[in-house]
């Protein structure tokens, strides 16, 4: 029987509610989790590390560095075949990507949560637990990177995102759609990963602050960023990634100040382009010398930045793989 590391983090998944607080918090221990899921056990040999037990706004860039690399330390190990990490549904989706821009490996890891606690009727946790130990025993996982597991559906950690703050099926993938669906039978899957980003560089850069445009955005949010030691900043910009005539300055000063600066779009589908001309829009941006996310939206650009800048490349790290 192969063997398959947990590695729990916190989040809904482990929380209780506390009647002293009034609400849930991370109360189990992933070996208390994971006794709720007993089928994983004739499925795999379950090796598990208690992490930590953090909700997901708690979770920092810093500790996404440090089970990235205690991820690939152990999926090193030939006994040790795929990997399945608990966190909370909040961030889940920067944690995933963070992994996933650094696993190199053909072993899969899947980043499972919960959007209801144990002390909830119709505790999700269990069956997410175990949804997501078959996608990485499944063998068609392997060398599609990390995935995104929950409501017996599979999604590529570069694609998922959550869309509804309780709903059982939060997690979608916009663009593209989901990878797989789980069946009572098998992994089914629709479709393949044909191209991943790896980031490998010896850290990362904390200093990426992330703003989205709306009308009457306040340029002096940019230039605090840049004054305070911003080393990178995401621009969510409206439509094809444009900004606010009056804010292009700021940007313009940014970038001649050395800072990286990266355009994406708040809207939720399709991509960045310079294509238009007008006061701020994209051919603006574009001679200015900000590089385009693509589809990729902030948050999960801000990440990517960040481990580009810790790589000492920023405009090939992005162009490379862009979509």
């Known amino acids: 029987m192969s063997r398959t590391l947990f590695v729990f983090t916190g989040g809904t998944i482990s929380m209780s509610i506390d009647p002293t607080l ?5 109360t189990l221990s992933g070996e208390e989790i994971l006794s709720h899921a007993p089928r994983i056990s004739t499925m795999t040999e379950p090796e598990l ?10 979770v920092t860039p810093d500790q996404m560095w440090r089970l990235s690399e205690l991820l690939e330390q152990h999926l090193t190990r030939p006994e040790i075949g795929g990997a399945v990490l608990t ?7 920067e944690t995933a990507y963070f992994l996933d821009l650094r696993h190199a490996t053909e072993k899969p890891v899947a980043v499972v949560g919960a959007l209801r606690n144990s002390s909830e009727l119709g505790w999700d946790g269990p069956a997410n637990l175990e949804a ?12 599609q990177g990390v995935f995104v597991v929950l409501n017996d559906t599979v999604h590529a950690a570069s694609e998922a995102t959550k869309t509804d703050t309780q709903a059982l099926d939060t997690f979608q993938s916009p663009v593209f759609g989901p990878l797989a669906v789980i069946e009572k039978d098998r992994v089914l899957w629709r479709r ?13 850069e904390p200093r990426v602050d992330l703003f989205t445009m709306y009308s009457g955005f306040d340029p002096r949010l940019i230039d605090y960023a ?5 080393r990178g900043l995401v621009i969510e910009g409206t439509g094809r990634g444009n900004v606010p005539p009056f804010v292009l300055p700021a940007i313009e000063k940014a970038v001649a100040a050395g800072v990286a600066v990266v355009i994406a779009t708040r809207c939720w589908h399709g991509r960045v382009l310079d294509t238009y001309s007008y006061r701020g829009a994209g051919r603006d941006l574009r001679r200015a010398g ?9 948050p999960k650009a801000r990440v990517l930045l960040m481990l580009a800048l810790g790589a000492g490349e920023v405009r090939g790290v992005f162009e490379e793989g862009e979509y």
């Open 22 to 26: 009034g609400g849930a918090v991370p």
């Open 49 to 58: 590390i208690d992490f930590s037990r953090l909700p997901g706004p708690h």
């Open 87 to 93: 966190h909370g549904t909040d961030t889940l989706e």
């Open 132 to 143: 997501a130990a078959r996608t990485v025993l499944d063998e068609t996982a392997r060398g």
């Open 192 to 204: 393949r990963l044909t191209r991943r980003r790896v980031v490998r560089g010896g850290g990362f």
């Open 226 to 230: 840049v004054e305070s030691g911003a």
């Open 290 to 298: 900000c590089v385009f996310a693509g589809s990729l939206p902030g």
